[in-house]
Nanobody, 118 residues
Framework: QVQLVESGGGLVQAGGSLRLSCAASGRTFGSYAMGWFRQAPGKEREFVASISRSGGNTYYGESVKGRFTISRDNAKNTVYLQMNSLKPEDTAVYYC???????????WGQGTQVTVSS
């Protein structure tokens, strides 16, 4: 069982930056690939980024490539999402997820709201 708690969301102007954090409970954090997903009102949940268990491999959705960076610190049981050059269309609830392999999501956090004003 893994519990995930996101933080770092908020309101930012277009062009600004935010860093999201996701803290995981348990001693098996390094056994999970981690990912970030987002869901805007009226839209389906969308893949944002994922990172392998060691952190050596990262993957991004097309809409965030070059602007967002995912990273992890296994010693701190935390995964991060650095978001730069934010756009109004990045507005969504952002969810952290843990899975046994990249691209899977067996556990979800409660989400954190990101709002980008134009």
């Amino acid at each position: 069982q893994v519990q995930l708690v996101e933080s770092g969301g908020g309101l930012v102007q277009a062009g600004g930056s935010l860093r999201l954090s996701c803290a995981a409970s348990g001693r098996t954090f390094g056994s999970y690939a981690m990912g970030w997903f987002r869901q805007a009102p009226g839209k389906e949940r969308e893949f944002v980024a994922s990172i392998s268990r060691s952190g050596g491999n990262t993957y991004y959705g097309e809409s965030v490539k070059g602007r967002f960076t995912i990273s992890r610190d296994n010693a701190k049981n935390t995964v991060y999402l650095q978001m730069n050059s934010l756009k109004p269309e990045d507005t969504a609830v952002y969810y952290c997820a843990a899975g046994l392999s990249v691209g899977t999501a067996d556990y979800w956090g409660q989400g954190t709201q990101v709002t980008v004003s134009s």
